[in-house]
């Protein structure tokens, strides 16, 4: 699944916000430093994981088939520490579905809803 580009904002003085739920490819933009990264939020009807870059010039498609033909990273501890960063966002978002008693509120896909 191809990533998307949004250019709608509430706030105005931002500008087109690009979301990926691809993990590898997330921390490997936050490596290169050629997006912002913003946050990263969980998509329950998803069930997955988004990760959320401001994208101004809107390059994320163009980065995105970069890196699916290939691209390296120029350190593999920049990649490696961003990587470490995406997962605890990760995990911070897999807390905030947590129920009290220490289970997640499993939210199936809508494709695997009957």
């Known amino acids: 699944m191809?990533?998307?580009t949004s250019q709608y904002h509430a706030d105005p003085n931002k500008y087109s916000e690009f979301t990926?739920?691809?993990?590898?490819?997330?921390?490997?933009?936050?490596?290169?430093?050629?997006?912002e990264f913003q946050r990263a939020e969980f998509n329950a009807r998803a069930g997955k994981v988004e990760w959320h870059f401001l994208d101004g010039r809107q390059?994320?498609?163009?980065?995105?088939?970069?890196?699916?033909?290939g691209a390296s990273a120029s350190?593999?501890?920049?990649?490696?520490?961003s990587m470490h960063?995406?997962?605890?966002?990760?995990?911070?978002?897999?807390?905030?579905i947590?129920?009290?008693?220490?289970e997640f509120n499993h939210v199936q896909p809508e494709s695997h809803r009957s």
Request: with cysteine.
């Open 2 to 4: 191809k990533s998307t």
């Open 20 to 35: 990926t739920r691809r993990l590898n490819f997330a921390s490997w933009l936050h490596a290169e430093g050629l997006l």
């Open 59 to 69: 390059m994320g498609r163009d980065l995105e088939d970069q890196f699916d033909g």
């Open 75 to 81: 350190s593999a501890i920049r990649l490696f520490n």
């Open 85 to 96: 960063e995406m997962r605890r966002a990760m995990t911070d978002c897999q807390k905030s």
């Open 98 to 102: 947590q129920k009290p008693n220490g």
